[in-house]
């Protein structure tokens, strides 16, 4: 098939912002939709709600088809494709509802205005204009530019790319079924079959808290090794504080969180890491028994969540006989280093994407028929 001609115009030639008022009936139940409550394509609350304890924001239809992008801090990831029957959603005034027109496939267009150079650009926009928050209009998404294929590659490109996303996502899934394996058999070695005659002791007895070190965000290098907060990755630095692989545990701010880094890293100062004194090179135990306990509930400061080491270091524990932790970290170490494999292939395709993306967008690189 000929290849078509690409149109120079402008995205709202293609989009309309909705903003049809839902009108409630007495007593009925609606999902009620905030900014919060959608991220990175996907709508993560369904929870039913009585429509007379909505706030006062709540008033924006919605139809399957629809896209929704926050007007406020552009480049947080709050968007979403709604592609279930929204009869009974609501949205707030602070998200947008558009509607693609017949010209342009709406994947397409999700694609395009979620793009990291189109993000970067509205967010931009955002911190210029005045106001409590960094936020757009929709006169801003209107006037972005765009280069129009026609329908039929326009899908083409979509499948091409959502061949990528698709991939990664299996990959992840994937993953996430790998660690619920190993904490199943953890769970069940340790909790439920625990015997009576393991010893007592304290978390303190298994395990060192070391706090992270502080490093702004404008001494940070931008890449190299993975800089760890309270609610995991947060950047990146050239040089590392730990040798991975480690356990990070949310001091401040988002209390109590483990996270597991396979690779050299560096905890910032919201943060403690993890020294064994079992003499643990994997921390494949320390990692899951760290996450079966309710960090959370020890929450000493009521005005910034806060985990004092202390007290968490005398949390009461059975422990365990040496072999039956290490035959656990063998198991496990066979399921992470598939988990490891995984990670690099997503990587990969996660480049590949992120390079073919633009020039895909752009008409540099066209997809044959």
């Given at each position: 098939m000929r290849m078509g001609e690409w149109k120079e115009s402008k995205l709202g030639e293609y989009v309309d912002s909705i903003s049809e008022t839902y009108k409630f009936k007495p007593y009925e139940q609606v999902v009620f939709l905030n900014t919060s409550d959608i991220l990175l394509g996907r709508v993560i609350n369904h929870e039913l709600q009585d429509s007379a304890g909505l706030p006062g924001q709540a008033k924006k239809k919605i139809k399957n088809g629809d896209f929704l992008f926050s007007e406020i801090r552009p480049a947080n990831g709050r968007y979403a494709?709604?592609?279930?029957?929204a009869e009974n959603y609501v949205v707030?005034?602070?998200?947008?509802?558009?509607?693609?027109?017949?010209?342009?496939?709406?994947?397409?267009?999700?694609?395009f205005l979620t793009s990291k150079e189109r993000l970067e650009y509205l967010q931009m926009i955002a911190e210029d204009r005045s106001g409590t928050f960094p936020q757009i209009t929709f006169d801003h998404i209107y006037n972005l530019d765009i280069s129009l294929p026609p329908l039929f590659e326009q899908k083409a490109i979509v499948s091409v790319l959502s061949s990528l996303d698709d991939k990664i996502d299996l990959l992840q899934r994937q993953n996430k079924t790998l660690e619920a394996m190993a904490e199943t058999l953890f769970r069940q070695w340790f909790v439920e079959k625990a015997q009576e005659d393991w010893e007592?002791?304290?978390l303190g007895d298994l395990i060192e808290l070391v706090y992270g070190k502080g490093l702004k965000r404008s001494e940070r290098a931008g890449v190299g090794y993975p800089v760890v907060g309270s609610s995991g990755i947060v950047g990146?630095?050239?040089?590392?504080?730990?040798?991975?692989?480690g356990i990070v545990i949310g001091r401040k701010g988002t209390l109590g969180k483990t996270i597991y880094i396979e690779d050299n890293f560096y905890p910032i100062d919201t943060t403690y890491y993890v020294k064994s004194r079992i003499n643990s090179n994997s921390l494949f135990f320390e990692y899951f028994l760290l996450k079966n306990?309710?960090?959370e509930e020890m929450n000493t400061d009521s005005a910034v969540?806060?985990?004092?080491r202390n007290i968490a270091l005398s949390v009461e524990l059975t422990i365990p006989p040496t072999e039956l932790i290490k035959k656990f970290s063998e198991?496990?170490?066979?399921?992470?280093?598939?988990?490891s494999n995984n990670k690099s292939q997503i990587r990969i395709l996660e480049k590949l994407r992120d390079t073919l993306l633009p020039k895909l967008m752009s008409g540099e690189v066209r997809v044959a028929y």
């Open positions: 494709m709604i592609d279930f029957n707030s005034t602070k998200l947008m509802v558009l509607r693609c027109n017949d010209k342009i496939d709406r994947n397409f267009f999700k694609i007592e002791g304290t990146f630095h050239s040089n590392y504080l730990v040798q991975g692989p306990i309710n960090f969540p806060g985990l004092n198991f496990t170490k066979q399921v992470f280093e598939k988990r």
